[in-house]
């Protein structure tokens, strides 16, 4: 394909875009630049989820059916106004300078490097060991989908409120729901991870039919993975509206409410919890950011341990 290049200027920075009609997504014929768009015009709901949080890349230079990776450090030739973070290396040496995208010129700039989807961390720097939320990753198995992982959220649900703990879910853009605990407070992953394991193992024990909390695939099948394992220092989890790349078509991960994916789930209505770019679009301008709670929403875990 021929490169295209054109100049824009955002946010007083000059940005130099390329291949804006490179088809990223064959079976929507969604466009490189239709993704640039896309994320312009959500960044002002999205920008508040990644302030100050390191921020991993998922880029697919070919779309997504294509080859794809994962970019941690950020590239050399990025432009001088972006800001980055060091994170330590578990196995030493030297750090890993994430991307912070605190503004839309910079969130328009990884666009443009065909990032789809946006990876953060569950704290912000500099307090890399504090998380602000705990995150439940429900992942369906062979032989279960998101209507399954809806059930297994109101099993969270129902716990979370012996604790007097208001949870949010969104749906991921694929499989799966996230269900967000926010904290906000001085919590260290050493606390919140330990917690999140002895939530999924409870479930696992009380709901063996329908919940695993261990990895192998063999044990997933027709089940839900609850996934504590996402409340670590070094693991990220898509963002609120972030892109998806795991289909031929773009869905978005959004915030529902408990009513909707109650009603989801009463119609057993799969299609309802899909939202391309441009109905979440129209979703945000007409109800705002349903997670915007996890911002601020201030909470402390329970005094449990061992068992709940």
């Not at 997933?220 to 078509?249: E, G, H, I, M």
């Not at 109800?287 to 911002?295: M, S």
């Amino acid at each position: 394909m021929r490169s295209t290049k054109q100049r824009f200027e955002v946010d007083g920075h000059e940005l130099l875009l390329s291949n804006l009609d490179k088809i990223l997504y064959p079976e929507a014929g969604f466009t490189k630049g239709q993704v640039i768009d896309f994320y312009i015009r959500v960044s002002r709901f999205l920008l508040p989820h990644l302030k100050d949080r390191p921020v991993t890349l998922k880029r697919y230079p070919n779309g997504v059916t294509g080859k794809h990776f994962y970019q941690k450090d950020a590239p050399r030739y990025r432009p001088e106004w972006i800001r980055t973070f060091p994170v330590p290396r578990r196995e030493g040496g030297e750090p890993i300078h994430y991307m912070l995208i605190d503004d839309l010129a910079t969130l328009a700039w990884c666009a443009n490097l065909a990032n789809l989807e946006l990876h953060p961390f569950l704290h912000r720097a500099p307090r890399i060991d504090e998380p602000t939320s705990v995150v439940f990753d429900l992942d369906p198995g062979e032989g279960s989908d998101i209507l399954t992982c809806a059930r297994v959220a109101f099993l969270l649900k129902e716990l979370f409120a012996k604790w007097d703990l208001e949870a949010f879910p969104k749906v991921s853009g694929s499989r799966g729901i996230q269900v967000y605990i926010p904290l906000n407070g001085r919590a260290t992953y050493a606390q919140t991870q330990p917690f999140a394991r002895m939530v999924a193992e409870y479930l696992t024990r009380e709901h063996p039919e329908m919940v695993v909390a261990r990895m192998s695939k063999q044990e997933r099948t027709s089940k839900v993975l609850v996934d504590w394992s996402q409340n670590s220092d070094f693991k990220t989890t898509v963002s609120v509206y972030s892109l998806r790349a795991k289909s031929p078509r773009p869905f978005v991960s959004m915030p529902v409410s408990w009513e909707e994916l109650r009603r989801a789930l009463s119609r057993s209505n799969r299609e309802s919890l899909y939202f391309a770019p441009e109905a979440a679009l129209k979703r945000l301008e007409r109800a705002g950011d349903q997670f915007a709670p996890v911002l601020t929403r201030k909470q402390k875990l329970p005094n449990v341990s061992g068992s709940v």
